[in-house]
């Protein structure tokens, strides 16, 4: 199922650049672009959209002044040109943050961490009592996106600028992200990263000892400093 897409901006250049991004990503799908508070409320209560992009520094009436005034709002994401901003950002609960100029990948993250927490959270009624569908990601490779079911996932390495995802089920996937990034979007509860290059599924994990982990047909070094982590995070699987 897509997620339903609103951009409100009053800056035309940058709602053609959120619809374009849009376009380019499989599961979303932009219902409207709105230049203004006012056409976006209508919108919301006419299209109930899954996702709202909302600048936050608009004439007549802020993003965030918008968003306190809504009942029942989307998941959102706030994109402006300032940066003090961000504080009204982690106040509201939005989903991410993105600053002006937005590039893809930037975008790709944000929008990874609204399918994150939509499949996961089991509120969010367009998600899992409509499909069923296990949590996933998507990740740009090749010109196109590629979704991966995190259940499906073994383990990442970084690679430099890249990573590459290792799946019991396909072959492995390099894409240009930092792991660090990934991190943040994978469940704390299924993934542990146990070393500064490897993230590994918890529950794929045949062996470990306090230096090594077997998962698959690999032998993974666990990394001094991610050692405590590591043994918290396997004991809380037992």
Request: glycine content about 2%.
């Amino acid at each position: 199922m897509k997620l339903k897409c609103l951009l409100v901006d009053d800056e035309p250049e940058a709602l053609e650049v959120l619809a374009s991004y849009i376009e380019m990503t499989d599961h979303l799908e932009l219902v409207a672009k709105c230049g203004n508070a006012m056409q976006a409320l209508q919108v919301l209560h006419q299209q109930r959209p899954d996702l709202m992009f909302l600048d936050i520094k608009m004439p007549k009436l802020l993003g965030t002044d918008f968003l306190r005034s809504l009942q029942n709002p989307p998941q959102v994401i706030f994109t402006t040109a300032y940066r003090e901003y961000a504080l009204d950002g982690f106040e509201l609960n939005v989903v991410d943050y993105l600053l002006k100029p937005i590039s893809f990948d930037r975008f790709l993250k944000a929008v990874n961490k609204v399918s994150n927490t939509e499949i996961i959270n089991t509120t969010h009624v367009h998600t899992i009592p409509a499909t069923g569908e296990k949590p996933f990601l998507y990740f740009r490779h090749d010109r196109k996106m590629v979704k991966v079911m995190t259940n499906d996932i073994l383990y990442i390495e970084s690679v430099k600028d890249y990573i590459k995802i290792i799946t019991r089920s396909a072959k492995p996937l390099i894409v240009k992200q930092t792991i660090s990034s990934l991190d943040e979007m994978l469940p704390d509860t299924d993934f542990v990263r146990i070393h500064r290059s490897y993230i590994v599924a918890i529950d794929k994990i045949r062996s470990y000892t306090p230096t090594l982990i077997e998962i698959g047909d690999s032998e993974l070094p666990i990394g001094r400093l991610f050692q405590k982590d590591t043994e918290r995070a396997l004991k809380m699987r037992q």
